[in-house]
């Protein structure tokens, strides 16, 4: 990814840019990653701003029975963190790719490499380092870490680490979330605000929360992109989303269901894609119509 | 971190929107728990309901054979036939007095989940336990008991089916229904405020211990020995000697020894490493090591926080017994003083005869933490009993 000379970073770019965004996910090696690689690309051509790719941890938290099951399949399938940055090394994406995985994750791909770099070392420390997996993701061409088991206060290593590779770090806000620790994960947060609709695990759902118009009132006053998931399936939902005042839309586990029952799954991804986007689009126009003498919305384009 | 840490080792590790309900837990047991009625009703639970103060008794054949004095403090004769009795009802009160009015728990061998069924059942609390298929097969009478008691058993099937995956179930039940629902950690592990929470609640062990001993020695003991899965029933009895002349020992799950690939003793073995896991920072088996133990308490990858920082500081001694070693002091107690340990406990009662060989302990104090008539169906096929 190129790294522009602006304050934007290629995530804020790509959402202010391509506004209102349509932000993806699925999950890295369900049920390969040979196959991760074609949806992505699916993803990419049906109009997908930025894409989340999952790298599965064997002890998630807070996922639903969906993104569960594939990272499941994906840990059948024998994905690693190293096979997951060969993928990632493989792809050449308009959207920029963004990692989501568990603290765990990032702490062992130090130590493992710690581990390795110092073989002949009388004192192994055993203290993991989160530099490593970084230093590599940003080799890789990644342009931001989601990790969900993170908490604000502890991400000070993390976020040196993101800020010296010129990485993003971006923190799920949940709907019950103000005040303190707010401003906590606001102060920590880059590329953009992770909008979690409704209290819960993931997984689709048929209505979006009135808590999305809550949290969104809340973080006006933040001059970060926000983007809302959790529970998002239909184009429908996208345009309610953005009608709230969202700037992206984020879906997940309406896209691994497609790929899990879907003959096709990489034409099914991309016209899902396409409808979310048009979704999108849809309700940063009436948000317009509504707004008539404010300052105009970026007018929405298409790619 | 402000608070809930055990120098580096444990917090918060939970995504946001768990982080709301955990400070308000915290809040919660900071005010109410600490407040005289509460102690009151909880002191007259654990006497009337629980059966405490437990025993402490003076193995006089063991202590014969080893020449030292071993002491045992019998939580196995609490009600349920474990420790687990403790926590659980310190947690349901703190629960129905905050307003909720269900529990959800987790449990591996089913004693957890008995302790929750019967607290649940005792104060008329909605009760569901989440179990690893693996673990509902293997501990089908558990299951039968918490049915009994009103509890709902949730099988579940990710994953190894076991008790990490149980807990993984359970923390997404919570994660949705925080607003009605208390996660009634069986052990010294997971986010704040959970270990130091389940720490003080089973520290009446100790207390009791440490009183007990007094007026049987006259003095403290020189070593106290405890089995340590996630750790409570060691912390348990650890946390009043924790500024006495008193020696700690960790017996960890060995499984096929700490030097192996199959254990549970990510403290006494040398490829454990720091690691994030259930929402704490602590130490965790090398990621070349399979989780194992021939004891269904003891099999967790993890450890407590708080022993973490124990062996860090150099506090308690931890070693990996073995399932041979384990078994062996599982039929010995049984064969020289007529109680049959946990297998868990056996843990303990096995590092406890290796102190005594070694000779540098005159007074021994093992933490019994429960009985083995749960362990009747692994001892029968090893020792051939049918």
Redesign the interface.
Known sequence: MSQEGTTDSDIEAAIRENHPALITYITAGDPSLEETKEYVEALDRGGSDLIELGLPFSEPIAEGPTIQAAINRALDAGTTPEGFFDLVDDLETEAPLLVMTYYNMILQYGSSEASRASESDAEPSNKPDVRPFVERGAEAGLSGIIVPDLPAEEADPLREACDDYGLDLVFIVAPTTEGERLDRIMSQVSGFAYVQARLGTTGARADVSGATHDSLARLSEYDVPKAVGFGVSEGDHAAEIIEAGADGVIVGSALIDLIASSDDPAAALEAKAEELKRGAIRGADDNAVESVGETAATSPSER | ??DGTFDGYG??????????PL?ELAAAYDDVAKSDAFRTELRDLLEEFAGRPSPLYYARNLSDRYGAEIYLKREDLLHGGAHKINNALGQALLAKRSGRDRLIAETGAGQHGTATAMVGALLDLETEIYMGKKDVERQEMNVFRMRLMGAEVNEVT??DQGL?DA??AA??DF?????DTHYLVGSVVGPDPFPRMVRDFQSVIGREAREQIQERTGGLPDAAVACVGGGSNAIGLFHAFRDDPVDFYGAEGGGEGSDSTKHAAPLASET????????MKTR?IG?DTEVHSVSAGLDYPGVGPEHAMYRAVGRCEYTGITDEEALAAFRELSETEGIVPALESSHAVARAIQLAEAGEHETILVNLSGRGDKDMETAASKFDLS
């Open positions: 971190m402000t917090g918060r590790h939970v995504p946001d929107p768990l982080q709301e400070e990710r994953g990490a807990v993984d923390l997404e994660a949705e229904n925080v607003a454990g490493t720091d690691d994030v896991l259930h929402g965790v990621d």
